[in-house]
């Protein structure tokens, strides 16, 4: 005869606990509820014939909204290229010793993050009406050269400069908050053993800093990418720009608008893929 397990844990006194779950019936019912809501939704609005798939169909692959689609993706680069490196001098010069180069950035970010987005866009673009020429030469001395302002200043330009300037504001707070993130012991540690300031900051502090720098920088990539709508204001050609000028053609406003929402919604989840895979890579 053989003594059944559960009797032999107790003679031995290490018989276990037979943990049974809490039963949440209410939890069941609300998300049955809520699974109902969204397919009835998503059925609804996919079977609306006038959502006129066939139209979205038509033009997802168009060459005009690929275009628009490629000027939306440059845009972001350009921008987020502009607004980093101004990100990391703002910083660095925010938390400089020298009391001017300090001011002088904490005066500009208090600017560009205090006035819309749109109205620098704007601002960029009519500055030939402030500043018709752009010139190199020595102040109230001689002007080597001058160009018109217009062919420097083109819709791209001003796009580019209007949100990569914009952009360093905001990059320019987030990277600061990464470096001082670092404790100041690591930093008098650096100088003891010789390293320079600079030595210190690219080997020992942003290191370290990145994992706090990263994750915000991500959601500011994935936010400039459907920031860059503004700049139809301007008439850059970018994805919601080729999407007005062709509904403005067909009215077909709804079917056209659901193709630019395709591809802001492919274009965000390839930017938070990659930004999964950075923030993996800097939490080793």
């Known amino acids: 005869m053989t003594t059944p397990p ?3 844990d107790r003679r031995s006194g290490t018989a276990t606990i037979q943990a049974v779950p809490l039963r949440h019936p209410g939890r069941w019912v609300g998300s049955a509820v809520l699974a109902f809501l969204v397919i009835f939704l998503l059925q ?3 079977a609306n014939p006038r959502m006129q798939w066939e139209v979205v169909g038509e033009y997802l692959f168009s060459p005009a909204v690929l275009r628009g689609l490629g000027t939306t993706l440059l845009l972001t680069f350009l921008a987020m290229v502009v607004g980093i ?3 990391a001098l703002l910083a660095v010069l925010r938390m400089s010793p020298n009391p001017l180069l300090s001011k002088l950035s904490a005066f500009y970010i208090w600017v560009f993050r205090g006035t819309p987005l749109l109205v620098q866009l704007l601002f ?3 500055l030939s009406a402030v500043v018709p020429k752009i010139g190199v030469g020595v102040p109230w001395g001689p002007t080597f050269f001058e160009f018109d302002t217009n062919q420097i200043i083109t819709q791209m330009a001003a796009a580019v400069l209007g949100l990569g300037l914009h952009e360093a504001a905001y990059m320019g707070e987030i990277v600061r908050a990464g470096l001082t993130s670092v404790d100041d012991g690591q930093t008098e540690a650096a100088h003891a053993l010789g390293m320079t300031r600079f030595q210190t900051l690219q080997k020992i502090i942003l290191p ?3 994992r706090v720098i990263i994750p915000p920088t991500g959601n500011q990539v994935v936010s400039m990418l459907k920031t860059t709508s503004l700049v ?3 008439a ?3 994805l919601l720009t080729s999407i007005q000028g ?3 053609r067909n009215f077909q406003q709804v079917p056209l608008l659901t193709v630019a929402c395709v591809w802001y919604l492919v274009a965000t989840t390839v930017l938070n893929a990659g930004q999964y895979y950075i923030e993996r890579r800097f939490s080793r």
Request: aromatic share 24%; charged share 10%.
């Open 6 to 8: 559960e009797t032999s």
């Open 44 to 46: 609804g609005w996919a």
């Open 85 to 87: 490196a101004g990100g």
């Open 124 to 126: 960029w673009y009519f």
């Open 208 to 210: 370290q800093a990145m």
């Open 232 to 234: 139809f204001a301007i």
């Open 236 to 238: 850059v050609p970018e």
């Open 246 to 248: 062709i509904y403005s």
